[in-house]
């Protein structure tokens, strides 16, 4: 079975500072996706990034970035130049590459970031 | 990426009926899920909808109570049937992208039950 933990329920940061989410898991598969998305009060799940488990490079999307540690299974998310805009939940979720769990997401329990003016 | 639609958007329901609900994708995808979002809670994975054949449902969760269809490549339903106030929460669907590694979601209905 695999398993998500994001262990900050809440976080905080002031605009235009830098903040970083921690995710941990556990899966016994050797390929996997890795994803944190966010969801805003509309409850919209929008993809922030993703990460190739096969990839050692840390992905990145304009102001997100992630720190992926294959041998410690972590998968942090740091968002830099906060914006009032990421103020949301964010979910750290996984997937397994192939077999018959191919493309289900096992999600986190969340953390809830507010961005302060 | 692409899009999604679901109706309803949300609803209010009273106990003992049933609601369904649906999914609509602008283009042909293979993997289509369906997701519930309890009050203040995770996302939890119902069941991946299969085209042409029954559903596959995840632990804690039935046909009976969780009827799936999906006709085609672009579209299914989810039923929630003999509802309870339990059963409130959001219903999510989700359609894996073009490489099936990246899920992309529905708007959400929002389900309360009286």
């Known amino acids: 079975a695999q398993t998500v933990t994001q262990s900050q329920p809440e976080m905080s940061v002031q605009e235009a500072e830098t903040v970083t989410l921690s995710c941990t898991y556990d899966t016994s598969e050797n390929n996997y996706y890795l994803f944190w998305y966010k969801q805003p009060p509309s409850r919209q799940m929008i993809l922030v990034i993703r990460?190739?488990?096969?990839?050692?490079q840390n992905a990145t999307e304009n102001r997100f970035s992630v720190n992926f540690q294959k041998a410690a299974k972590s998968f942090s998310l740091k968002i830099s130049d906060s914006q009032l805009g990421d103020t949301a939940m964010y979910f750290c979720?996984?997937?397994?590459?192939?077999?018959?769990?191919?493309?289900?997401?096992?999600f986190g329990q969340g953390t809830i970031l507010t961005v302060h003016p | 990426s692409a899009v999604i639609s679901q109706k309803p958007s949300r609803d209010i329901c009273q106990r003992g009926t049933s609601l369904t609900i649906q999914c609509q994708v602008d283009s042909q995808v293979t993997m289509m899920f369906w997701y519930r979002q309890q009050p203040g809670q995770s996302l939890t994975l119902i069941a991946t909808a299969n085209q042409g054949s029954e559903a596959t449902y995840e632990s804690g969760f039935v046909i009976d109570k969780f009827p799936i269809s999906r006709p085609n490549l672009t579209f299914s339903t989810l039923t929630v049937s003999n509802m309870s106030p339990e059963d409130s929460s959001i219903y999510l669907c989700?359609?894996?992208?073009?490489?099936?590694?990246?899920?992309?979601f529905g708007p959400g209905t929002r389900l309360l039950v009286l």
């Open positions: 989700s359609l894996a992208g073009a490489y099936q590694e990246t899920q992309y």
């Open positions: 990460q190739e488990a096969y990839k050692q």
């Open positions: 979720a996984l997937s397994r590459a192939g077999g018959t769990s191919y493309g289900k997401l096992t």
